[in-house]
């Protein structure tokens, strides 16, 4: 960003717009009514409300319920007489609405599309007889600020139909979406991936034929690179070790919402506490910096005058109260780690031993030995697993890969056979040894220096990109490919070779970077730490979500078995 305040002043903008946009659907409809959202809104909503009251925000605009549209169906009984359905257009959507509308005959229904109703939907909703019966208006919510510098579809679940289903319906809510806060052709655009290809083709054929957005950011950006997901399988599979990265592999939260014994916990950089500890490493955290912390706060009630406690007293309390949440948060972790909960220990073992480039035979052991104990690691963790041993040690020979084929059929079942074909055929990410020729992990490795292959001497200040692997030293694929795109030296000794950039310019840039396909915890902080370390870049990332391995795999699997 040109300053602070351009920033603050952007987020604010895109936060205020989506909003306004869905009180004003929400204030027509006169009374009390249950909002009943699309699964895949979980996120969507939690972000929506951050800051600006979580409950007490949707308590103002009457609503008494929120429910999930799933099977089964929120009983007629919990229903106002009016309700407000939140929902991505899909025709699966279509035939559940049409079971609650059933259910539900004094009831009135409007339906919100976001961001706009298809015409695939439109006839699904035709063929269903809905037509009439369901009130229908578009709401158009786009990119949401859900982080410093980070801003989201958040689309659960857009893996699939991206990458495997080849729907492109995404490309145009993405395109859509830059529409939205109104980048210009001026803005030089670099696409990396097949998906982001048409991102590009598609918003430079139409953005000077569509009407300029009445939504005007303080901010313009000098360049945009487009991601696939693809671009960058290692960096989903590998398990990040600092703070941020745990909380999202071990305790699964999304979109800074995390859920401990029942409760739910917003972590954002709006909590300066958590912003001064999310990115360090965990070990370093748990014993070190968390009790150094607690020991601080009992020093000064013990020795500070009355009277200067008396003026701090406010600040103390949210201190203790921010440090009591994230030592019970790290506890849970420390115990999954060490106790080896959901094989936690065993996966950041494996994955270690295969990025620090092992030998394959004891990986191979390592790997066996998951497979087969009772009861064997969890398949999504095991797919994980698999996958990463082929893409970064090139995998087994052909016959050692069908009988490992045999052996995940035998123990999970002949259901799988549909992930493996996805995984095998689709993404080519698990294969046998030279089974995809297009990937070169020992090149790409050493061409752009992407494993330092030892520990980091010291954690706390990293040099480079890798912060998040300390004990190997990786640093992620997706912000080394970025950093070309750009023109950006790397930060330590060993300079990138010449970036596509054709933009020359010495001057500070602001880089909007639109991950397609969902961005990981590891990145975000890896672009954070870009921001904090050099002047000459600042780098706002865009996302259709932010996406988890385990949730991604096992998106797949239940689609596919």
């Not at 895109?14 to 996120?43: M, N, P, W, Y």
């Not at 109703?117 to 809905?130: F, I």
């Not at 607690?294 to 200067?308: F, H, M, S």
């Not at 069908?402 to 799988?416: D, F, S």
Request: proline content about 5%; overall charge neutral.
């Amino acid at each position: 960003m040109r300053n602070l305040s351009e920033r603050f002043m952007a987020e604010e903008v895109l936060k205020r717009k989506a909003t306004a946009v869905l009180e004003e659907a929400l204030k027509a409809l006169l009374g009390t009514k249950t909002f009943i959202a699309d699964t895949s809104f979980r996120s969507l909503l939690d972000v929506l409300a951050c800051g600006i009251g979580g409950k007490a925000y949707f308590d103002s605009l009457e609503i008494s319920r929120i429910l999930l549209l799933e099977s089964p169906l929120p009983r007629s009984s919990l229903l106002d007489s009016h309700v407000f359905l939140l929902l991505r257009p899909r025709p699966t959507n279509v035939l559940l609405l049409k079971e609650l509308v059933l259910g539900s005959p004094q009831v009135k229904f409007t339906v919100a599309w976001v961001p706009t109703c298809t015409t695939q939907c439109d006839l699904e909703m035709e063929r269903q007889g809905l037509k009439g019966l369901v009130d229908e208006i578009n709401l158009p919510l786009y990119l949401l600020p859900c982080e410093e510098n980070v801003w989201s579809l958040c689309r659960e679940n857009d893996f699939l139909p991206l990458f495997i289903e080849k729907d492109y319906n995404l490309v145009t809510e993405v395109v859509k979406s830059l529409l939205e806060i109104g980048l210009t052709r001026s803005t030089y655009f670099h696409a990396l991936g097949n998906v982001s290809e048409s991102c590009k083709i598609l918003f430079e054929s139409i953005q000077s034929k569509v009407p300029p957005s009445n939504t005007t950011l303080p901010i313009t950006f000098d360049q945009c690179v487009f991601i696939d997901r693809t671009e960058d399988p290692i960096t989903l599979l590998v398990t990040p070790l600092h703070y941020e990265g745990l909380l999202d592999a071990v305790l699964g939260m999304n979109h800074g919402v995390v859920v401990n014994k029942g409760t739910k916990h917003m972590l954002t950089s709006q909590d300066e506490f958590y912003s001064t500890i999310r990115d360090l490493d965990f070990d370093h955290l748990a014993t070190i910096k968390l009790p150094t912390i607690a020991i601080g706060l009992r020093d000064d009630k013990q020795t500070a005058p009355v009277t200067e406690l008396a003026s701090r007293i406010g600040s103390l309390v949210k201190t203790k109260q921010h440090l009591a949440l994230h030592l019970e948060l790290a506890g849970e972790i420390t115990a999954a780690s060490t106790h080896d909960h959901n094989a936690v220990k065993r996966c950041v073992e494996i994955e270690q031993s295969i990025m620090g480039l092992g030998k394959p035979r004891d990986i191979e052991t390592m790997i066996e030995e998951s497979l087969f104990r009772d009861p064997p690691l969890e398949l999504s963790k095991m797919i994980k697993l698999l996958c990463l041993q082929a893409l970064v040690l090139d995998g087994s020979e052909k016959k050692a890969f069908e009988q490992r084929q045999h052996q995940l059929c035998h123990t999970y079942g002949y259901k799988i056979l549909p992930l493996l074909s996805v995984l095998t055929s689709s993404l080519q990410w698990l294969v046998p040894k030279g089974g995809n020729p297009d990937w070169k992990w020992s090149k790409l490795r050493k061409s752009m220096d992407l494993l330092k292959g030892q520990p980091i001497e010291d954690i706390l200040n990293p040099q480079d990109i890798w912060g998040m692997f300390p004990t190997i030293g990786y640093a992620p694929l997706s912000v080394r490919r970025v950093q070309l795109a750009v023109g950006m030296k790397q930060l330590n000794s060993l300079q990138l070779p010449t970036g596509s950039s054709s933009n020359k310019l010495t001057a500070h840039q602001t880089i909007l970077v639109y991950y397609v396909g969902g961005v990981t915890y590891a990145e975000l902080a890896a672009y954070r730490y870009l921001n904090d370390s050099q002047t000459k870049f600042t780098f706002v990332v865009a996302t259709t979500s932010i996406c988890n391995t385990t949730r991604l795999l096992q998106g797949l699997m239940t689609t596919s078995v």
